[in-house]
């Protein structure tokens, strides 16, 4: 078949590059490329296993038909004196029943069915193998070979799904894995994570070629817009008219201009559940850098050198589990400077052994005693570990104030009663829409800040990462800047459920909580 340039680029990828991922415009011909290709190493290798996993068997009948159409119109066109070609229906792991004249109809249910196959002979006994199969957890598994999956970004479990994947095509070096999509319309989905430059970059130069970046996620993107398509010779009509007219003209005459630039120049999307947005918190990062740090593990060298005038306050969120997948420990130490707020440090650590984290804790707050920096307060999430925190407070007497923060505990914030969790996120989330923190740069920071996801009823809920991961950063991040916002006095003391003994509340300055709305929201604090 006829390719256009940008195709090109990433049907040969596969010699170079054993994973990777077309981020291309609707109808930019991603599924006839990769199906292309596929048959490409059929005919290439003797025996070969590929595996189309198309999210379209997900997701309804129309994008089923548009497949169909795809792979008809492809394996028409296929002729090879050597190789005999047959399509039909799969029947269990290996057997095959190959219908000559597979009417479109028909290949549509045995697509819906997980069905289709197409074989390429090489021997009487000896073929090369596609399966087409619906890219779920209930079938994607178990077999070995080249993967394929196309439109990723409608599926919801696709983290999962490349963790199956990943063995699939890692036992022999001719595999490979080669997905492909448009933009997610929920920033809270993996397939952003898969997408994002790994520099932020967001303006690139129009090529008919495209251009290849490597994302945050590590993964190599090939990156095609309605504008490379066009300079490439794709073609795009009016929906009225039915006139040829450029990529600009073409999002004029859309009915969705967000969800046009979405799909065909992969702007990001403006809404999503996340609690926090992407954007904000890389922009945040970008801040951070030079002046705030984060890492595994004890602070890094100089660390103490970033803190300069202004209030300090400090979080820690405890981890609530043990073992591999549980969740880390993390602390944030936050200064106000300048009407603004700077993360400073923060650390996040597994350990089963309470000694570990309490020495952790005596060294930093220790550290910045000596070096003229005093800690406002500690809060901690007491809200599983009360006792363990009257522990913590009793060593670290002398060297910092501990609070302990119940999150289902209900507080006065802005006249309202709410639980300290949502207050909390509350004040996190606006923070950072607002440009007002700094963050230290990374992608575990920026991952662990968006496991948070709103739900119904002002809640805000983690989903857990990989190795245990549960927004621990972010939601040490949001206790220390309670520290800075919230302060003492009547508001904390209702949050705090430990008992006696863990540093008096003191009382705030008369008016320091109005004057503080007045100057941030433009908002009185309501009298409780």
């Known amino acids: 078949m006829n390719r256009r340039v940008y195709q090109d680029q990433l049907f040969w990828a596969r010699k170079r590059l054993g994973r990777y991922l077309a981020l291309w415009p609707r109808q930019g011909g991603k599924t006839t490329t990769m199906a292309e290709q596929g048959l490409h ?31 008809n119109k492809l394996l028409k066109s296929f002729a090879s004196p050597k190789h005999k070609l047959e399509i039909g229906e799969r029947r269990g792991e290996n057997d095959f029943k190959a219908i000559p004249d597979l009417k479109p109809d028909d290949m549509a249910d045995l697509f819906d069915k997980s069905k289709f196959e197409v074989r390429i002979w090489h021997s009487n006994t000896i073929c090369s193998r596609t399966k087409v199969i619906a890219a779920n957890l209930a079938t994607f598994r178990s077999w070995s070979g080249s993967v394929k999956m196309d439109e990723v970004a409608f599926l919801k479990d696709l983290r999962i799904m490349l963790q199956e994947a ?11 894995m080669v997905l492909a ?52 010779g794709r073609k795009y009509y009016n929906p009225e008219s039915r006139k040829e007219e450029t990529p600009d003209e073409n999002r004029e005459s859309s009915l969705d201009k967000e969800g046009w630039d979405r799909s065909n120049r992969h702007k990001r999307p403006a809404v999503g559940t996340s609690a926090l947005n992407p954007i904000d918190v890389e922009n945040a990062q ?70 570990v984290t309490e020495d952790r804790l005596k060294a930093v707050f ?34 910092v104030t501990v609070q302990g923060i119940v999150s289902g505990q209900n507080v006065t914030y802005r006249g309202l009663e709410k639980s300290a969790r949502t207050v909390s996120w509350t004040i996190l989330r606006e923070t950072v829409e607002e440009n007002c923190i700094d963050l230290a740069p ?87």
């Open 286 to 355: 970008r801040r951070g850098a030079g002046n705030c740090v984060a890492c595994e593990g004890d602070p890094p060298a100089g660390w103490l050198d970033l803190f300069g005038e202004g209030e300090i306050c400090a979080g820690l969120d405890l981890a609530s589990t043990e073992g591999k997948k549980s969740n880390p420990t993390s602390l944030t130490l936050t200064q106000k400077h300048g009407g603004r707020f700077k993360a400073r440090l923060i650390l996040w650590w597994k350990t089963a052994n309470p000694k």
């Open 181 to 232: 999509t448009t933009l997610p319309d929920d920033y809270a989905h993996y397939s952003y994570e898969l997408t994002t430059p790994d520099d932020y970059r967001e303006e690139w130069p129009t090529d008919a070629k495209g251009h290849w970046f490597k994302s945050r996620a590590g993964l190599w993107v090939h990156r095609v817009t309605a504008d490379d398509a066009y300079a490439a």
């Open 366 to 399: 220790t550290a910045l005693m000596l070096a003229g920096k005093k800690v406002r307060v500690l809060n901690v999430d007491s809200t599983n570990d009360a006792l363990y925190v009257k522990t913590l407070a009793a060593a670290l007497k002398g060297l």
């Open 41 to 71: 190493e059929m005919v290439e290798t003797p025996g070969k296993l590929v595996i189309f996993g198309s999210a379209s068997l997900n997701i309804g009948s129309e994008y089923t038909e548009k497949e169909v159409v795809a792979w």
């Open 166 to 176: 990943e063995p699939m095509f890692s036992t022999d070096p001719s595999f490979s």
């Open 442 to 528: 990374g992608r575990y920071i920026a991952l662990d800040f968006m496991r948070t996801k709103r739900a119904p009823g002002d809640l805000y809920v983690a989903s857990v990462g990989p190795n245990g991961e549960h927004a621990d950063t972010a939601d040490s991040t949001r206790l220390s800047l309670m520290g800075h916002i919230i302060g003492g006095g009547e508001v904390q003391i209702r949050a705090v459920q430990t008992g006696t003994g863990l540093g008096a509340a003191r009382k705030p300055k008369p008016g320091r909580l109005a004057a503080f709305y007045r100057a941030v929201k433009g908002e009185i604090l309501s009298k409780s």
